[in-house]
């Protein structure tokens, strides 16, 4: 697996197992429902902030980038 474009998460049975469900609703497979969860909560903290959703996903992605690297 390219550990540069995936990573996995640990979350408990009952998260999985209500992910799972919901998706399967959707057609989604857990991970693509997780990014479906993702992009509806960016869109809230978004609209909270007065922030467009493309600069504050770009500022969450850049924090994310340096916790991931170890800063």
């Known amino acids: ?3 540069s474009k995936w990573k996995s998460v640990a979350v408990d049975i009952d998260t999985y197992k209500i992910v ?3 998706g ?3 057609f ?3 991970g693509a429902m997780i990014a479906k969860l993702v992009d509806s909560e960016l869109k809230i903290i978004a609209k909270k902030t007065s922030k467009s959703v493309e600069k504050l ?3 969450l992605l ?3 980038e340096k916790k991931l690297n170890g800063k």
């Open 57 to 59: 996903k770009a500022e």
């Open 20 to 22: 799972t469900a919901m």
């Open 62 to 64: 850049a924090q994310g």
């Open 1 to 3: 697996m390219d550990t």
């Open 28 to 30: 989604r497979r857990p």
């Open 24 to 26: 399967a609703k959707g």
